[in-house]
């Protein structure tokens, strides 16, 4: 456990994820070919998935809370990438679907992902990636969205 720690404090892990997040972000969106934020691209990914599906779905999915994943939806049906209806059985829930514009500019972002994904992993074997995204993986588990879970 000693091993762990001290290895834990040499390379310190948060001040490392902190700016590896805040320099990612601001390299995509000074991209000039960049439509749409990373949230929206994340909501365009998973429509891309499920068409359809419940505002309240796509928030789980993206980590947001109420709040956030309204406010995503509507800065996207702005744009017109998306467009929200009323859901058939809960006249309450809303449904989101992607319109074709969003179909074309999530074509893009798959494209434009699968490029930064290639930059990301450059230099490193499939093996230390795994470990990576396993570790990542694993702080949703260690840290949920929601205290109380």
């Known amino acids: 456990m000693r091993n762990k720690e001290a290895a834990a404090r040499h390379h310190r892990l948060i001040y490392l994820l902190n700016v590896a997040q805040r320099r990612l972000q601001r390299w995509m969106a000074a991209q000039p070919q960049n439509e749409v934020t990373p949230a929206q691209a994340g909501l365009l990914f998973i429509l891309g998935k499920q068409d359809g599906v419940l505002m309240g779905e796509a928030g789980a999915a993206l980590d947001m809370g109420p709040a956030g994943i309204s406010g995503l939806v509507d800065r996207s049906a702005a744009a017109r990438l998306v467009e ?4 058939r059985e809960d006249g309450r829930a809303w449904r989101v679907w992607l319109t074709p514009k969003g179909r074309t500019v999530l ?11 290639a930059a990301l992993t450059d230099g490193f074997t499939g093996a230390e990636i795994d470990i990576v995204a396993r570790w990542l993986t694993s702080i949703q588990t260690k840290f949920p969205r929601d205290p109380e879970e």
């Open 84 to 87: 929200r209806r009323a859901d």
């Open 107 to 117: 074509a893009q972002a798959k494209t434009d992902a699968a490029q930064i994904n």
